[in-house]
């Protein structure tokens, strides 16, 4: 059984500091992508930031400058920093995994069961 296990969340007064952490467990051939996921009351789940196996990142306009995305290959583990918390950053954040069980099978995505992070004073 695969599993993305997230940490991190909870309640932090705008300008506040978190850090989220995804392992993933289980029987793994390969990762390629990772990244986060965040999805508020109301909206469509957006991507906030993304890593790839070597390292390069993709974040969304609204986090730039504010959140880094960073990955610990051996431990099949990703981090996702987040400074400068604001109200709008309110949302409950799912891992994401671009993964391959088997040398010879398909890479899928996978998801964690989300962690909800409130900015609030």
């Known amino acids: 059984q695969v599993q993305l296990v997230e940490s991190g969340g909870g309640l932090v007064q705008p300008g506040g500091s978190l850090r989220l952490s995804c392992a993933a467990s289980?029987?793994?051939?390969?990762?390629?992508?990772m990244g986060w996921y965040r999805q508020a009351p109301g909206k469509q789940r957006e991507l906030v930031a993304a890593?790839?196996?070597?390292?390069?990142?993709n974040y969304a306009d609204s986090v730039k400058g504010r959140f880094t995305i960073s990955r610990d290959n051996a431990k099949n583990t990703v981090y996702l920093q987040m400074n400068s918390l604001k109200h709008e950053d309110t949302a409950v954040y799912y891992c994401?995994?671009?993964?391959?069980?088997?040398?010879?099978?398909?890479?899928?995505?996978?998801w964690g069961q989300g962690t909800q992070v409130t900015v609030s004073s």
């Open positions: 890593i790839t196996s070597g390292g390069s990142t």
């Open positions: 289980g029987s793994i051939f390969s990762i390629n992508d």
């Open positions: 994401n995994a671009v993964m391959r069980l088997r040398r010879n099978s398909d890479y899928n995505d996978y």
